[in-house]
C-alpha cells in the first residue's frame, strides 16, 4: 500500500490529453511538500519528469505539465504520442515518516 | 556526466548479507545528499535510506530499520548500502541516487542504472 495514491492505469489516444492524479495526505502534499514526477519506461530506471510541482527538466516538452493543490496533486499530458507508453509515478517528502514516498505508479497505455 | 553506477547484486539466501556499491562520477559528490530506492519485480519505488552529505543524518525506511546500513566515503566517491538478514520481500533492483536540492522537498536525478538483489534460498 503506496503512501500516496495513483491510478494504477490510464489510456487515451494519440493526440488526446490524460492526466494522471496523485493523492497524499496532511503529512505529505497537504503539509505543502513539493510533489515530482518521473516516467519509467520498461527495463530502465525511473527519469524525473516534473519537479516542484510544476518544473521541466530541459529535454522535457511543454507538452508535460504539474500542478498541487491541497492534498493532490495532478500529471497532465496533452497531444499523447506512442512514445508516451510508460509507467508514471509521483513522489514527495512525508514528516510523519520522515522519509520520502512515491506513489503506486500509473501505467499509460496510448491507444 | 553526472553518472552513477551501482554493483553488488546477486543471489543470496534468506538470512544473508549482501554489501552494495555505488560509483559516483562528473559532480562533487561529497556536496550533494544520497539515498538508495529499491523496485520490488513488478513493483513500483520505495526509498530505503538517506544520508547527509558529511554521512552524520541517516535515515532509514521503517521495513529495512536495524537490518540496512547506508554509508559513505567522499574521498572515494561512493556510496554504500550493508544489507543483513536478508528477506525474501528484500528482493529488488536498488538504484543509486542523487537528490539534486538540499532540502527533504528535493526530488531524485539522476538514477544509476541499478543492480539486482535476489533473496531465495
Known amino acids: 500500500q503506496s503512501v500516496l495514491t495513483q491510478p494504477p492505469s490510464v489510456s487515451g489516444a494519440p493526440g488526446q490529453r490524460v492526466t494522471i492524479s496523485c493523492t497524499g495526505s496532511?503529512?505529505?502534499?497537504?503539509?505543502?511538500?513539493?510533489v515530482h514526477w518521473y516516467r519509467q519506461l520498461p527495463g530502465t530506471a525511473p527519469k524525473v519528469l516534473i519537479y516542484?510541482?510544476?518544473n521541466r527538466p530541459s529535454g522535457v516538452p511543454d507538452r508535460f505539465s504539474g500542478s498541487k493543490s491541497g492534498t493532490s496533486a495532478s500529471l497532465a499530458i496533452t497531444g499523447l504520442q506512442a512514445e508516451d507508453e510508460a509507467d508514471y509515478y509521483c513522489?514527495?517528502?512525508?514528516?510523519?515518516?520522515?522519509?520520502?514516498?512515491f506513489g503506486g505508479g500509473t501505467r499509460l497505455t496510448v491507444l | 556526466q553526472v553518472q552513477l553506477v551501482e554493483s553488488g547484486g546477486g543471489l543470496v539466501k534468506p538470512g544473508g548479507s549482501l554489501r552494495l556499491s555505488c560509483s559516483a562520477s562528473?559532480?562533487?559528490?561529497?556536496?550533494?545528499?544520497m539515498s538508495w530506492i529499491r523496485q520490488a519485480p513488478g513493483k513500483g519505488l520505495e526509498w530505503v535510506s538517506y544520508?547527509?552529505?558529511?554521512?552524520?543524518?541517516?535515515y532509514y525506511a521503517d521495513s529495512v530499520k536495524g537490518r540496512f546500513t547506508i554509508s559513505r566515503d567522499n574521498a572515494k566517491t561512493s556510496l554504500y548500502l550493508q544489507m543483513n538478514s536478508l528477506r525474501a520481500e528484500d528482493t529488488a533492483i536498488y538504484y543509486c541516487?542523487?537528490?539534486?536540492?538540499?532540502?527533504?522537498?528535493?526530488?531524485?536525478?539522476?538514477w544509476g542504472q541499478g543492480t539486482l538483489v535476489t533473496v531465495s534460498s
Open positions: 541516487v542523487r537528490h539534486p536540492h538540499v532540502d527533504f522537498q528535493s526530488w531524485f536525478d539522476p
Open positions: 562528473g559532480f562533487t559528490f561529497s556536496d550533494y545528499l
Open positions: 544520508i547527509s552529505r558529511s554521512g552524520s543524518i541517516i
Open positions: 496532511s503529512s505529505n502534499i497537504g503539509a505543502g511538500y513539493d
Open positions: 516542484g510541482n510544476n
Open positions: 513522489q514527495s517528502y512525508d514528516s510523519r515518516l520522515t522519509g520520502w514516498v
